[in-house]
């Protein structure tokens, strides 16, 4: 039985306690750890991680009790998941034999994740970083010290913001006004472009899309 949970994605933890609390049908947290071996230190947390994936769920009392979900809407749940992934991948088979290797663009939502993207990828730049943004302060104020570490060990860094703006370290800063997204590259290699509200950015990692993508923002800079 634990093997088979594993298999479908459970930790070594959650299983046990899983197994532990289908045999209880229900059960506090130190039921659950008593039974399953899994410590009490860790209990709390493997309950959270199995409460996530919808197989149990608490009751409003003291001390907190589990009880599982319906085991049979679990296991067609548990099937109709993997019969929906079976049914991607005929989809992708042969798919690169047919057509080359694609390129991927991920995308990116929520300002916080996005902010973190940007840092990063400027912390993992090696040669340049190209970076045009109408919201170049926000960007100091979250990776400015990253910029300042990017200079200090020799990349190039260069830098597009609107006129007035205080500029991070940079070995490069251009004025212009009118920008409506922030377009980053690094190295070459990989490209992100944002919303002005960091809300929502697409991400790829092709270094000849990226290339050409670097060399079109800069001629258009200058």
Known sequence: MINLLNNLGLSEY?????????????????????ISKVPR?????VMKGLED???VKQKSVKPIRFTINNLEAVEEQIISDIREGFSLLRRVEGLLSEGGTPALLY?????KRILEKIGEMIESSQKTVFLASPDMRSIRLEHGNRLKDAVDRGVE???????????????TAIRKEGMIVTDLVVDDQTT?????????CGFIDNPFITAHFNSVLRSNMN
């Open 192 to 200: 992100l472009i944002a919303t002005p509200d960091f809300e929502m």
């Open 53 to 55: 994936r919808d197989l």
């Open 107 to 111: 995308t990116i939502t929520g300002r």
């Open 41 to 45: 230190t860790s209990i709390y947390k």
């Open 14 to 34: 959650e299983a046990r306690a899983y197994v532990a609390l289908i045999a209880l049908k229900e059960g506090t947290a130190d039921d659950i750890s008593n």
């Open 157 to 171: 860094v260069s830098l597009v913001l609107d006129p007035f703006i205080k500029a991070p370290d940079c070995t």
